[in-house]
């Protein structure tokens, strides 16, 4: 059994990657592994080489696994499907050229709800036909991403999207066969949601197929979400602060994840301003170092 630890290109403030503030990706893996990282994800598609010789030819003089890609795409916008596919298709290639395992998908921020991230009781719920498409469209991906392609394919919950909130996870996971989706739980994301991320591992742990490690920083969100600040600004405001210093218990969900036997991978991503005052390295190097001090070597 091994728990390993990774990192993300959105630590280096990396959402998109036709942003004109992202830095080279070369210089992301660099970082990442001078940080004493041993994985990282792929990051946005078109992010990091597309050609499977030349990132594997990167990622192997850095001794960098590649852990993971992720489709963080408008699933709630049936108008913008091919765009989505498009996305889907791509990063399962690049997955599959690679020899990595896992896929990610993520419901990305809607207009309808990014001014209710943190606020459950006010978030716009989607009508039983909206949900229904909705939720096939992430079948059809996972089926895709798992037949035709080999991936473990996971869902992953986030502010501000439709898969937000743990009463729409729940949902959303007792309506997909739960061999074809697996869980990708934010810890950072779930506090920012209001939901406890330890008592939802404790339920759903055998569904878990990979993990992000987020910390939140208490004072923070509650600001943000009174100030129904928009979830980028609330980024470049240090609501996801270093690892250790926010409300998630890292050292019990070591513990959960010893006692269950979890073999795979836990990724650190922290949310940044691509063009912000933080230094990536220096926090991706501090969390590294912190969840070393607890027993994740």
Request: aromatic share 10%; hydrophobic share 40%.
């Amino acid at each position: 059994m091994t728990i390993a630890i990774g990192n993300a290109p959105c630590s280096w403030g990396v959402e998109f990657s036709d942003d004109p503030r992202n830095p080279p990706w070369a210089r992301v893996l660099d970082e990442c592994r001078d940080a004493g990282y041993r994985g990282i994800e792929l990051g946005p598609i078109g992010f990091m080489p597309e050609d499977a010789a030349e990132l594997g030819e990167a990622l192997a003089e850095r001794s960098l696994t590649l852990t993971a890609g992720v489709v963080f795409r408008p699933f709630h916008d049936g108008s913008k499907w091919s765009e989505v596919k498009d996305a889907a298709i791509r990063t399962c290639r690049s997955l599959k050229a690679n020899g990595t395992r896992h896929l990610v998908l993520i419901d990305s921020i809607s207009p309808r709800r990014m001014s209710t991230a943190g606020r459950a009781a006010e978030a716009e719920q989607m009508s039983a036909a909206e949900w229904k498409s909705f939720a096939a469209r992430f079948v059809e991906i996972a089926k895709m991403g798992s037949e035709d392609y080999g991936l473990t394919v996971s869902i992953h919950p986030h502010a501000g999207g439709f898969v937000d909130f743990e009463p729409e996870v729940e949902r959303l996971l007792s309506d997909v066969d739960p061999n074809l989706l697996k869980i990708c739980l934010d810890t950072g994301h779930s506090h920012y949601a209001g939901f406890d991320p330890m008592a939802f591992l404790k339920r759903h742990i055998r569904r878990v197929a990979y993990l992000h490690f987020k910390d939140i920083d208490p004072l923070v969100r509650a600001r943000v979400v009174a100030a129904r600040t928009g979830f980028y600004e609330a980024c470049a405001q240090g609501v996801f602060c270093n690892l250790g210093r926010g409300m998630t218990d890292f050292a019990a969900i070591r513990r959960l994840l010893l006692d269950s036997g979890y073999d795979g991978w836990c990724t650190v991503e922290q949310d940044c301003d691509p063009a912000g005052p933080t230094s990536p390295i220096a926090d991706a190097g501090a969390n590294r170092a912190y969840l070393a001090s607890i027993g994740f070597n």
